[in-house]
């Protein structure tokens, strides 16, 4: 007899869990998997929509960019892209026609009270994201200060103390690279590695940046040499290639740069800093003022994102991301036998006898024909529609205009309950972890390690809108390549993406004069916000107020009528993401001892999904809920034998033990 599997929540992890459970025939006949869903379409804070009012446009929860180094998360998209097998001519027919790579990024640095954009665009490489690419703590140092070596013989000067030091630096990393030692076998070296980037920054610091602070080229070099220098410095001094990166998760990122000698300019000023906090969203209760995340976690991933890539920086999606991602692995997964239950509000996770022996979910809908097909054509490829198709519902008419994501239970319907041994036998539990206080509070009573996860697990509101124009962003001024990202400016809305790859998947008549999409996101203070439609009216008055004040150093060409759509402002797309499945969530110093791995729920039949749970990377992302996925399946079946990212220097949180 098969073991059935319900599979809570429809986000990345989930459908990843969803995914390796199924992946082959073997699987499939040793697997009944059953995905349950709140509302209409799969994602999460990942899923979108299109609205067939507005041109079927794209309505996104924020600004979903890839970096190249998910190597798990495009590993599954590889696989899932193969095995839906869409004609050669068919819309994104494979996973590199749904993923194009992009290199160039804009940071701003706040400087002498100016704005100062630093262009940069990281080399490609020949690697593919999704393979597997060991590389060393020694190939790290190697890379970083070549590059820092080429770097001060543009800014600076050839023949001088810091370019002996950055040369020496280099051949000696280069050389124990090559060695193929681990960096713990060879402390003493590691210690003169560190040394020597010490020296190189202080003579730079003394010799030229303090003559020369105005100018951006030499102040960003110093930058990146501090950054690098305190970084190495902490890693010897801290002895982290012995005791892992998990003895620094207690302490927060920047107070750790600044114990290992990172000056204030680098530490309050830098961009590259600033970008792990904005990326991420680290602001505790989205207050800007209140930066947080975890030294150890930020460090790995600061190496991960510029050593690990595979290809390019980032991958940009050719359409949204329920139609890249979560629409061909509904499809893909329909096929292999998994089912679907839509309109599936889980309210409460049941325990007896160390096990979940009851799910209850409030069924917001009743479908017709019994099997809700979810997706729509638009211009070819199935697409998320941003709303449900109303006439599959039995109560339709009744429920339209009603937001089914953020009412759990609008026709007051009393819960159904899932009974172990009959409906269930094991349990995937891949809500975010915002929403689950209310629907494990017998868990917590029961098991005092998942409490203390629930209670020191921590997550931050987002805004995002997203704009249609008349122009493009050349035309509106922008200084730099169609597509290219900008990131660190002004808070709370500190990131910009062109976004006109879309234009192509979108469906708009010729007369709309389309000829821009942008997007825009940050962080949403919790302060004083107790409704959606409080949290909906912040992230509309922040977009005006930065459409008022602030874009304008971005695009000096702007003006209000350039808005498509003809009922200005209104007519474009803002939320504010308020509910706890849609909350961001944050790793914050000494929190992360407290997360709990996929197969460490404490209950024999419950296996955890997301990307809040220990997994390798433990912050907000999509490999890192991919990952725990995977982690969730293979504690299951065994399968995936092979998970990238979940062990190794880079990941191991060695030395950050449960409290």
Same mark, same amino acid.
């Given at each position: 007899?098969?073991?059935?599997?319900?599979?809570?929540?429809?986000?990345?992890?989930?459908?990843?869990?969803?995914?390796?459970?199924?992946?082959?025939?073997?699987?499939?006949?040793?697997?009944?998997?059953?995905?349950?869903?709140?509302?209409?379409?799969?994602?999460?804070?990942?899923?979108?929509?299109?609205?067939?009012?507005?041109?079927?446009?794209?309505?996104?929860?924020?600004?979903?960019?890839?970096?190249?180094?998910?190597?798990?998360?495009?590993?599954?998209?590889?696989?899932?892209?193969?095995?839906?097998?869409?004609?050669?001519?068919?819309?994104?027919?494979?996973?590199?026609?749904?993923?194009?790579?992009?290199?160039?990024?804009?940071?701003?640095?706040?400087?002498?009270?100016?704005?100062?954009?630093?262009?940069?665009?990281?080399?490609?490489?020949?690697?593919?994201?999704?393979?597997?690419?060991?590389?060393?703590?020694?190939?790290?140092?190697?890379?970083?200060?070549?590059?820092?070596?080429?770097?001060?013989?543009?800014?600076?000067?050839?023949?001088?103390?810091?370019?002996?030091?950055?040369?020496?630096? !280099?051949?000696?990393?280069? $050389?124990? &690279?090559? *060695? %193929?030692? =681990?960096?713990?076998?060879?402390? +003493?070296? #590691?210690?003169? /590695?560190?040394?020597?980037?010490?020296?190189?920054?202080?003579?730079?610091?003394? !010799?030229?940046?303090?003559? $020369?602070? &105005?100018? *951006? %080229?030499? =102040?960003?070099?110093?930058?990146? +040499?501090? #950054?690098?220098? /305190?970084?190495?410095?902490?890693?010897?001094?801290?002895?982290?290639?012995?005791?892992?990166?998990?003895?620094?998760?207690?302490?927060?990122?920047?107070?750790?740069?600044?114990?290992?000698?990172?000056?204030?300019?680098?530490?309050?000023?830098?961009?590259?800093?600033?970008?792990?906090?904005?990326?991420?969203?680290?602001?505790?209760?989205?207050?800007?003022?209140?930066?947080?995340?975890?030294?150890?976690?930020?460090?790995?991933?600061?190496?991960?994102?510029?050593?690990?890539?595979?290809?390019?920086?980032?991958?940009?999606?050719?359409?949204?991301?329920?139609?890249?991602?979560?629409?061909?692995?509904?499809?893909?997964?329909?096929?292999?036998?998994?089912?679907?239950?839509?309109?599936?509000?889980?309210?409460?996770?049941?325990?007896?006898?160390?096990?979940?022996?009851?799910?209850?979910?409030?069924?917001?809908?009743?479908?017709?024909?019994?099997?809700?097909?979810?997706?729509?054509?638009?211009?070819?490829?199935?697409?998320?529609?941003?709303?449900?198709?109303?006439?599959?519902?039995?109560?339709?008419?009744?429920?339209?205009?009603?937001?089914?994501?953020?009412?759990?239970?609008?026709?007051?319907?009393?819960?159904?309950?899932?009974?172990?041994?009959?409906?269930?036998?094991?349990?995937?539990?891949?809500?975010?972890?915002?929403?689950?206080?209310?629907?494990?509070?017998?868990?917590?009573?029961?098991?005092?390690?998942?409490?203390?996860?629930?209670?020191?697990?921590?997550?931050?509101?987002?805004?995002?809108?997203?704009?249609?124009?008349?122009?493009?962003?050349?035309?509106?001024?922008?200084?730099?390549?169609?597509?290219?990202?900008?990131?660190?400016?002004?808070?709370?809305?500190?990131?910009?993406?062109?976004?006109?790859?879309?234009?192509?998947?979108?469906?708009?008549?010729?007369?709309?004069?389309?000829?821009?999409?942008?997007?825009?996101?940050?962080?949403?203070?919790?302060?004083?916000?107790?409704?959606?439609?409080?949290?909906?009216?912040?992230?509309?008055?922040?977009?005006?107020?930065?459409?008022?004040?602030?874009?304008?150093?971005?695009?000096?060409?702007?003006?209000?009528?350039?808005?498509?759509?003809?009922?200005?402002?209104?007519?474009?797309?803002?939320?504010?993401?308020?509910?706890?499945?849609?909350?961001?969530?944050?790793?914050?110093?000494?929190?992360?001892?407290?997360?709990?791995?996929?197969?460490?729920?404490?209950?024999?039949?419950?296996?955890?999904?997301?990307?809040?749970?220990?997994?390798?990377?433990?912050?907000?992302?999509?490999?890192?809920?991919?990952?725990?996925?995977?982690?969730?399946?293979?504690?299951?079946?065994?399968?995936?034998?092979?998970?990238?990212?979940?062990?190794?220097?880079?990941?191991?949180?060695?030395?950050?033990?449960?409290?």
């Amino acid at each position: 007899m098969k073991t059935r599997v319900a599979v809570l929540g429809g986000g990345p992890a989930a459908i990843a869990a969803a995914f390796e459970l199924t992946a082959t025939p073997e699987l499939r006949e040793r697997y009944d998997v059953t995905v349950h869903q709140l509302g209409w379409r799969l994602g999460g804070k990942g899923a979108s929509g299109r609205n067939a009012a507005r041109g079927q446009r794209i309505e996104e929860h924020g600004l979903h960019i890839w970096f190249g180094f998910y190597d798990n998360a495009f590993s599954a998209m590889r696989r899932c892209y193969e095995e839906l097998g869409r004609p050669p001519d068919a819309p994104l027919a494979t996973w590199t026609d749904a993923f194009k790579p992009r290199d160039d990024c804009v940071q701003y640095e706040l400087f002498d009270g100016d704005w100062v954009p630093h262009h940069f665009r990281l080399p490609p490489n020949p690697l593919t994201p999704g393979d597997e690419n060991h590389v060393g703590l020694w190939e790290v140092l190697q890379r970083t200060f070549g590059f820092l070596t080429a770097e001060w013989r543009r800014v600076g000067k050839d023949e001088s103390e810091a370019a002996r030091l950055l040369d020496r630096l !280099h051949e000696h990393a280069a $050389r124990h &690279a090559a *060695k %193929g030692t =681990r960096a713990h076998e060879e402390p +003493l070296e #590691l210690r003169l /590695a560190a040394e020597l980037a010490r020296g190189a920054r202080d003579w730079v610091w003394q !010799h030229v940046v303090e003559k $020369r602070l &105005a100018d *951006k %080229g030499v =102040r960003l070099f110093f930058m990146w +040499l501090d #950054l690098a220098a /305190a970084m190495t410095t902490g890693i010897v001094e801290d002895r982290l290639p012995e005791r892992g990166f998990g003895a620094i998760n207690n302490e927060e990122l920047r107070e750790w740069l600044s114990r290992h000698g990172a000056r204030e300019l680098t530490v309050q000023g830098s961009p590259m800093i600033r970008a792990v906090y904005d990326a991420a969203f680290c602001y505790e209760r989205g207050d800007i003022a209140r930066p947080n995340v975890a030294a150890g976690k930020a460090a790995q991933d600061l190496i991960r994102s510029i050593f690990l890539y595979k290809g390019a920086l980032m991958y940009k999606m050719q359409a949204g991301m329920g139609d890249t991602v979560f629409g061909p692995f509904y499809e893909v997964l329909r096929r292999r036998g998994v089912r679907f239950e839509f309109f599936h509000c889980v309210t409460r996770l049941g325990a007896a006898d160390g096990a979940i022996d009851a799910i209850d979910i409030v069924p917001q809908a009743t479908v017709r024909d019994g099997e809700y097909r979810p997706l729509v054509d638009v211009k070819g490829l199935p697409c998320w529609p941003s709303e449900p198709d109303w006439s599959q519902l039995a109560e339709g008419e009744k429920l339209r205009g009603i937001d089914l994501e953020r009412e759990p239970n609008p026709l007051g319907c009393a819960p159904v309950t899932l009974r172990r041994g009959e409906d269930f036998d094991t349990v995937v539990l891949g809500i975010p972890v915002g929403a689950l206080p209310p629907i494990c509070s017998e868990l917590a009573a029961a098991n005092p390690r998942f409490a203390d996860m629930l209670e020191h697990s921590h997550s931050v509101m987002t805004q995002a809108f997203q704009l249609w124009l008349k122009r493009d962003a050349a035309e509106l001024g922008f200084p730099y390549p169609a597509g290219t990202l900008a990131s660190c400016y002004v808070e709370p809305l500190d990131t910009y993406c062109d976004m006109n790859q879309l234009l192509a998947r979108e469906d708009w008549p010729a007369e709309a004069a389309l000829r821009q999409i942008a997007y825009f996101c940050g962080v949403l203070q919790d302060q004083g916000v107790s409704t959606q439609a409080e949290a909906d009216g912040l992230a509309r008055t922040s977009a005006m107020e930065y459409l008022q004040r602030d874009v304008k150093r971005l695009w000096p060409e702007w003006g209000p009528e350039l808005f498509v759509g003809g009922d200005g402002f209104d007519s474009q797309y803002w939320r504010g993401n308020f509910t706890g499945s849609e909350r961001y969530a944050l790793t914050l110093a000494g929190s992360v001892r407290y997360r709990l791995w996929p197969n460490e729920s404490g209950f024999e039949n419950l296996f955890l999904a997301g990307d809040w749970t220990r997994n390798g990377i433990d912050g907000g992302s999509v490999e890192a809920a991919v990952t725990s996925g995977m982690l969730a399946a293979q504690a299951i079946s065994g399968e995936p034998r092979r998970i990238s990212g979940a062990t190794d220097w880079l990941e191991s949180d060695r030395g950050d033990a449960p409290a």
